[in-house]
């Protein structure tokens, strides 16, 4: 298949993504203006960092009054399960030359992970996983993410604080949505999931948010490991 029809396959997987960071993204650009940052400050927060529960931890300490070096280490924990995330990636990108390998190391999100992780796609079920479709599904989501963070920002005059705080709820949202069908697919992915959200909740009443979920990603792992096989 040629490179074109796989750069458009990859638009039309991360299109869902896109289309669900997009309200999401609006929300952070508002609340990250509301914490005194410029809508340009903002966009190009997510330009560069492109996390977004760790963007908006950062402007919600930022709004509380929290020092550069508070915000820093605590998204630095947060962050630690892309530590994770990336090498579970970078095994489904061995194939990869090792320049597209790093650039689309950048794009690994909870979503873009889940999607290429999962089978989230018929794409990546059915056919071998290339650069240029996996280009297409992160650069996409990508732009939803930036493009929304900008409107959100420009328009966050206008837009109600109320509103901004019910639109992040969409994240916990698009979390599920990613998690349900392969967790009806299989009881071991269902039982794994299960298994992550309590040894959380267990540790997160004795640690950090941060190391709870660094902690609850490597336990869920290592029971992934020893419960799914890889088809011959």
Do not use: C
Not at 3 to 25: H, N, V
Not at 37 to 42: D, I
Not at 130 to 159: D, E, N
């Amino acid at each position: 298949m040629n490179p074109g029809t796989k750069l458009i396959q990859g638009i039309k997987a991360g299109f869902p993504i896109a289309l669900s960071y997009f309200p999401i993204a609006i929300a952070f650009g508002a609340l990250a203006v509301q914490s005194r940052l410029t809508w340009v400050e903002a966009t190009l927060m997510s330009l560069i960092v492109y996390a977004g529960a760790s963007q908006f931890v950062g402007v919600s300490m930022l709004l509380a009054g929290a020092g550069a070096a508070q915000i820093v280490i605590t998204t630095l924990f947060l962050n630690m399960r892309h530590l994770i995330m990336s090498l579970v990636v970078n095994d489904q990108m061995r194939d990869f030359p090792q320049a597209w390998k790093n650039l689309l190391s950048f794009g690994i999100t909870d979503e873009t992970f889940a999607m290429l992780t999962l089978g989230g796609s018929d794409d990546i079920q059915d056919q071998q996983l290339t650069p240029v479709y996996t280009a297409g599904l992160m650069g996409t989501a990508y732009l939803g993410w930036v493009s929304g963070t900008a409107l959100g920002g420009l328009g966050a005059s206008f837009i109600p604080s109320d509103l901004t705080t019910a639109m992040k709820v969409g994240l916990y949202g698009l979390f599920i949505g990613l998690l349900v069908p392969p967790a009806r697919k299989s009881i071991n992915f269902a039982g794994i999931a299960l298994a992550s959200m309590m040894l959380n909740a267990l540790l997160g009443q004795v640690l950090d948010s941060g190391w709870a979920i660094v902690l609850a990603t490597v336990g869920a792992a290592s029971l992934g490991i020893l419960i799914i096989r890889e088809p011959e």
